[in-house]
């Protein structure tokens, strides 16, 4: 194993990513950053100066669990103290296990300003997947919003309610096109013909199979991802192997990863349109497109066909099958544990709370405190957060989940579950209707520290009695990340044995940011001394130091 050293410089930097000009958060005067590249085993310092000028800053390394590491999750307030505009703090975190991850701000909505990367763990020398290809590639999806981070947050946070609206447009590795003539300001500085915004361009050479890792890293869309005239066909997702499966069509949410094999085995006189649709909310936003290149074709050359048709955004039967269709696979899964020692629901649903707008799990709406939790936790800070655990469940029997929510009278709490040390524990997410008539959203949910089995997805109500006699224990998928569907549900299995304070929430920007997660303890006796350089903020002031 080896150790793979990076120097990072937050910056602002104005880019054009998709030719309206905008201060975009760089690693490196780049955005997306730069991708890592690791074999499992190795270890990762990430030395990251926050060169933002005005702004904290913390990144996170998704779907790496940082086992005995828990400080270095990068999740602020809940593991760490921000990162202050001119401070250098290193990350050192092991990558133990092969695939496909990603690194993004975990800082306000940070994430959405353009500071998130790839992350692409090898096998050890000698040992090989269970798929052949010839070649890898990183993809990075993203939905793209000319506001400021800043402008939006404040919008959310007022009374006087303001919703960040569908994005701007779609990026493919960083790079998409918003119509400039649709842009009334005189001053705006959009122009399509900026090289920054000409589109990503995947070559290939005719009879070679691609690995694509593709990931999502969306503020808020669900997204669908296609090639012309090829179809993938899934091996990998966030970094656990599947039973390969074909699609023509990849649906894909916030944070997570796939990867899709491609072989160049179509009319290698033509380029090909990459695309990627927003789906499950009515989209409002162009389709992001890239050009497949067969080798020795100009890389710009337009391919000669209109680009292809957008799946239905409301087709959200296709949406279920597909995630009913992710299985281990074979013979390399690892079974879950047969039973549960606890169970915990968690109902999802959008609220009021004071006369702010929010969303809520069992009618509580997260806030996070100044001290992170990880170190009030340590260091028996009582005082810092809420010491009331917030519910198991709701009020499971009354509840429709059909009906347009009315519920002005949330409550918000920075208190955490505490998880028995090595116990196993069924999450079991479940969606309802919204505020608005006839209205439910897709919620992509994801646990640090750990990954869980996926045991099962349905509609409508979970039946405590009836739904987990129907659980997959046989050949689950192990995920970090996963889908809620429209009024649907999704039960989720994990084992609390890494000890720390983990975040578990809604991928979408502005849920998590208007209190959609939970935060985990277990095992906090077990986590050793924490270093000084997560510290400095709220409480933990001066601890830390000799
Ligand atoms: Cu990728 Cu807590 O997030
Ligand atoms: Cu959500």
């Not at 940011?513 to 510290?535: A, C, D, H, Q, T």
Request: with cysteine; glycine share 8%; net charge neutral.
């Amino acid at each position: 194993a080896r150790i793979r050293h990076h120097k990072w410089e937050l910056k602002y930097e104005y880019k054009s990513p998709d030719c309206f000009r905008k201060l975009v958060i760089t690693v490196n005067g780049r955005s997306p950053g730069p991708t890592i590249l690791a074999q499992k085993g190795d270890t990762i310092v990430v030395e990251v100066k926050n060169s933002l000028g005005t702004e904290n800053a913390a990144i996170h390394w998704h779907g790496i669990r940082q086992i005995g590491t828990p400080w270095f999750d990068g999740t602020e307030g809940v593991t760490q103290c921000p990162i202050l505009p001119g401070e250098t703090f290193t990350y050192r975190f092991v990558v133990d296990r092969a695939g496909t991850y990603i690194y993004h701000a975990h800082y306000g909505m940070q994430r959405e300003g353009g500071l998130y990367g790839s992350i692409r763990v090898a096998l050890p020398d000698g040992e090989s997947e269970p798929f052949a290809y010839d070649y890898d590639r990183s993809i990075l999806l993203n939905d793209w919003y000319h506001k400021s981070t800043y402008e939006q947050a404040a919008g959310l946070s007022d009374k006087n309610f303001s919703w960040v609206g569908e994005p701007q447009s779609l990026l493919i590795q960083g790079r998409g096109k918003f119509n400039c003539f649709t842009v009334t300001d005189p001053n705006s500085l959009c122009d399509t013909s900026n090289p920054e915004c000409s589109p990503y361009v995947l070559t290939v050479v005719p009879g070679k199979t691609y690995r694509l890792r593709l990931s999502s890293v969306t503020a808020l869309s669900a997204l669908s991802f296609q090639i012309e005239g090829h179809n993938m066909t899934v091996v990998e997702a966030d970094g656990h192997y599947v039973e390969p499966f074909e699609v023509k069509s990849l649906f894909i949410y916030s944070g997570e990863t796939y990867s899709v094999l491609i072989k160049a085995d179509q009319d290698p006189s033509r380029n090909y349109w990459i695309q990627t649709d927003v789906v499950s909310r009515k989209p409002n936003t162009t389709s992001g497109s890239a050009i497949l290149n067969y080798y020795p074709n100009h890389p710009r050359r337009p391919p000669p066909t209109p680009t292809p048709a957008r799946p239905q955004w409301d087709d959200a039967d296709s949406r279920l099958s597909q995630s009913l269709s992710i299985k281990a696979r074979r013979g390399l899964g690892r079974p879950p544990p047969a039973t549960s020692d606890r169970v915990i629901l968690l109902l999802n649903t959008q609220n009021e709370a004071d006369g702010y707008r929010r969303w809520s799990v069992n009618n509580v709406s997260f806030n996070h405190p100044h001290t992170p939790y990880l170190i009030a936790l340590k260091h028996k800070l009582t005082g810092e957060f809420d010491q009331t655990p917030p519910p198991d469940g709701y009020d499971f029997k009354n509840f429709d989940i059909w009906v347009k929510q009315n519920n002005s009278n949330a409550t918000t709490s920075s208190g955490i579950y505490r998880l028995k040390f090595s116990t196993t524990v069924d999450i079991i997410l479940q969606n309802a209707n919204t505020m608005n008539v006839n209205d439910s959203e897709t919620h992509p949910w994801h646990l640090h520290g750990h990954d869980f089995w996926v045991l099962g997805y349905g509609l409508g109500k979970f039946d405590l009695f009836k739904d987990p006699k129907k659980y997959n224990l046989v050949d689950p998928i192990e995920k970090n990340t996963v889908p809620v569907h429209r009024y649907g549900w999704t039960a989720l299995r994990f084992v609390a044995d890494n000890p720390g304070a983990w975040a578990f929430h809604c991928h979408i920007e502005s849920h998590f940011y208007m209190g959609m997660g939970v935060v985990f303890e277990e095992g906090i006796e077990r986590v050793g001394k924490l270093p000084s350089s997560i510290m400095g903020c709220g409480a933990s002031k001066g601890l830390g130091f000799p």
